[in-house]
């Protein structure tokens, strides 16, 4: 699978963003989807997950409560809606796929990363 996260930008504190994250491929629906993100000069990290069919997903304890996953299988898309962003959010985005059976944060598991997006959060 060929993954192209979109829809970065520069933003200021307590603002929102929209990522997409755009699947090549007829097998879209194999796959639970994650996000995860990497910040200047620090390792990636997982952000969130959303199962095959949209009906389950799991968050970093970062951003619970304030960014929220999903997914349109028609349209092989993966979204991450991001509210009340702060700067601590500035990194760049990645969308990734992994064919386990269960919601997972481990990257090890995810395959088709693409270019990331950044997002940066000015204060």
């Known amino acids: 699978v060929q993954l192209q996260a979109s829809g970065g930008g520069l933003v200021q504190a307590g603002g929102s963003l929209r990522l997409s994250c755009a699947a090549s491929g007829r097998t879209f629906t194999s796959y639970n989807m994650g996000w995860f993100r990497q910040a200047p000069g620090k390792e990636r990290v997982f952000v969130a997950a959303i199962s095959r069919n949209g009906d389950s997903t799991y968050y970093s304890d970062s951003v619970k409560g304030r960014f929220t996953v999903s997914r349109d299988n028609l349209k092989n898309t993966v979204s991450l809606q991001m509210n009340s962003l702060q700067p601590e959010d500035t990194a760049v985005y990645y969308c990734?796929?992994?064919?386990?059976?269960?919601?997972?944060?481990?990257?090890?598991?995810?395959?088709?990363w693409g270019q990331g997006t950044l997002v940066t959060v000015s204060s």
């Open positions: 990734a796929a992994t064919r386990a059976l269960t919601l997972t944060a481990g990257q090890e598991y995810y395959l088709g």
